[in-house]
């Protein structure tokens, strides 16, 4: 039997992660949250590794505010390069297969048709330079492991409430004309639809870099459109701009499209058209909402560190 340990298994992904293992009857799965253990400190993740052995580890946990970590580039580098050599380390000492998420911010967006795999990464911010540094770590270190580079992610775990789509919904309520950019081109991915991607590759005797991700592909202009489409908001008015008159404090790549051709090669189907996943995405969030009501689930208070 696997057993798996998931870092940020209170996050957004890892949640989902969760979920899906703990109905695999071939696999145990071990959840860990930076209270269990925070992956910058060597020592806890020795110890943790060597308490419950798992055979496979997927890393989920992450610094993943864009603009925070132009702020403040040495916790992105402690947690997303520093905390990921540390979990690869011990993984060569244990002989644990790991999978690592990674993101398509490790291309500088200059290009015009997807990213594959082997394109070269030139990443133009710190938290993309930051992930492929922990990238670089991981294939150093060991033989037998697959990162997985996604792309927009949202999804219904941890701490929802600052993914894209319920960032629209509430920015709406106070505001019905919205300007998004028009100029930065990726693929928006689903959590529920990436974590039975991540559960099955843990079967996969293949290794490498995999990029995963729903498939077409949209501007957050585009995006947002189709949120409120979806979500019956005819109130709210979503107007283009371009990069040059939004401010924040990290530069996006303004073409991030990632290929996906090597995962669907593997021959387990691919992931869903974005725009399908966000009609189910609200299915989901008005149970998802409805269980927390009832105080069943809630926001996960380390949902900023997990991926």
């Not at 997303?80 to 011990?90: I, R, W």
Request: with cysteine; glycine share 6%.
């Amino acid at each position: 039997m696997k057993r798996v340990l998931v870092t940020g298994s209170d996050g957004m992904l890892g949640s989902e992660v969760m979920r899906l293992l703990a109905r695999d009857r071939g696999a145990s799965a071990i959840p860990t949250t930076i209270d269990m253990m925070d992956v910058t400190n060597l020592a806890q993740v020795r110890d943790v590794l060597d308490r419950h052995r798992p055979t496979h580890l997927i890393h989920t946990a992450a610094f993943t505010h864009v603009d925070t970590a132009e702020k403040d580039p040495l916790r992105a580098y402690s947690i997303n390069a520093e905390g990921t050599k540390n979990l690869a380390f011990f993984c060569r000492e244990q002989d644990i297969e790991m999978i690592y998420l990674s993101t398509d911010y490790v291309f500088s967006g200059k290009g015009t048709t997807p990213y594959t795999e082997d394109t070269p990464p030139s990443p133009i911010n710190v938290y993309g330079r930051s992930k492929l540094l922990g990238e670089e770590y991981v294939a150093t270190l060991l033989e037998r492991y697959k990162i997985v580079r996604t792309s927009w992610l949202n999804g219904l775990g941890g701490d929802y409430t600052r993914n894209f789509i319920e960032t629209m919904l509430r920015i709406s309520q106070s505001r019905t004309t919205l300007s998004l950019v028009s100029d930065q081109i990726g693929r928006p991915t689903f959590t529920f639809d990436l974590a039975p991607a991540l559960v099955a590759l843990l079967d996969v005797n293949s290794y490498g870099i995999f990029h995963v991700c729903n498939e077409g592909e949209c501007s957050w202009y585009d995006f947002a459109r189709e949120i409120f489409a979806v979500a019956g908001r005819d109130d709210v008015e979503v107007k283009p701009i371009t990069s040059d008159h939004f401010r924040s404090a990290a530069r996006r790549p303004a073409y991030s499209v990632l290929g996906t051709d090597r995962y669907d090669s593997l021959g387990m189907g691919t992931l869903p058209h974005w725009q399908s996943s966000l009609r189910r995405y609200f299915r989901r969030r008005e149970v998802f909402q409805a269980a927390a009501s009832r105080g069943e689930i809630g926001p996960s208070p380390h949902a900023e560190r997990m991926a």
